[in-house]
């Protein structure tokens, strides 16, 4: 349609939701008062995924480089150093940050306490990743899934019946 905007994904937060369009432009709304959401101008036109912390909006450029789309010095917005470039994927929990690298190594960073920084070792590569409120799942290249961070209901017990199974 004319004058329309194709969106390719939407995400929801904490009083926040952001869009990608097809073309790698942010929109983002919500209460800026407790989310740190400022898109610098010359990022539009090269995203490819947002997250939303419960306070913070971060990208993934189409690059590979993770950048921080607020205006705070807060926790999120020191980003590690390696996440440059070559990052292939990003996940946000509540309360922390994961990238995912292409050798499939994960970095995390944030608030990142309840078990967040422990990202199980792996017999294949991680290929995916995707954040919850205090716990990060994946998929591997061979489709198995992992699960790491708090597991006070069993959130990060990945079932024994996916076991031999492969996910996509």
Known sequence: EEGGIKIVELVAGYQSSAVVDDQGNVYAWGNTNL?????????QGNMQKV?????????????????????KNTAYSKIPEGLDSG?????????AVAA??????VVVWGNTGRGLTEVPQTESPIVSV??????????????SVVAWGQN???QANVPSSLNGKKVT
Not at 52 to 62: C, V, Y
């Open 51 to 71: 997250v939303l912390t419960g306070d913070a909006l971060l990208g993934l450029t189409k690059d590979g480089k993770v950048e921080y789309l607020g205006k």
């Open 87 to 95: 990052v292939k994927d990003i996940a946000a929990s509540s309360a």
């Open 100 to 105: 995912l690298k292409e050798d499939g190594s």
């Open 152 to 154: 006070g209901f069993g």
């Open 130 to 143: 995707f954040g919850a409120r205090y716990h990060f799942d994946a998929i591997c290249e061979d489709g």
């Open 35 to 43: 989310n740190d959401i400022s898109v610098p101008k010359d990022l």
